[in-house]
């Protein structure tokens, strides 16, 4: 079983910065492709940025050239680094993993960790 858990999502004036990251633990595990979601109240959950096991990023228009996504294979981490925060940016965070078992024997399978609250106010 692979588990996600999310850090750093804190109350952040407006351009202020964030670093969120996100740790995967378990055994038995390769991670392809992993992402930030978020989620605003009232709100579908988005996309925000995705990185993939070759270090291939895409993000969201809204936060490209604000955000950077980037992860450590050798440490199961991954982070998201958020610049020039904006009111429109608070939401709740979520890290996910696209895992795939050792071996292959078994079906890929989409990992979330539990959230991380990221408010931007004055």
């Known amino acids: 079983q692979v588990q996600l858990v999310e850090h750093g999502g804190d109350l952040v004036q407006p351009g202020g910065s964030l670093r969120l990251s996100c740790a995967a633990s378990g055994i038995m595990f390769n991670i392809r492709d992993m992402g930030w979601y978020r989620q605003a109240p009232g709100k579908q959950r988005e996309l925000v940025a995705r990185i993939s096991d070759y270090g291939i990023t895409n993000y969201t228009d809204s936060v490209r050239g604000r955000f950077t996504i980037s992860r450590d294979a050798a440490t199961n981490m991954m982070y998201l680094q958020m610049n020039s925060l904006k009111p429109d940016d608070t939401a709740v965070y979520y890290c996910?993993?696209?895992?795939?078992?050792?071996?292959?024997?078994?079906?890929?399978?989409?990992?979330w960790g539990q959230g991380t609250q990221v408010t931007v106010s004055s």
């Open positions: 996910n993993a696209n895992v795939l078992p050792v071996g292959g024997s078994l079906d890929s399978y989409a990992v």
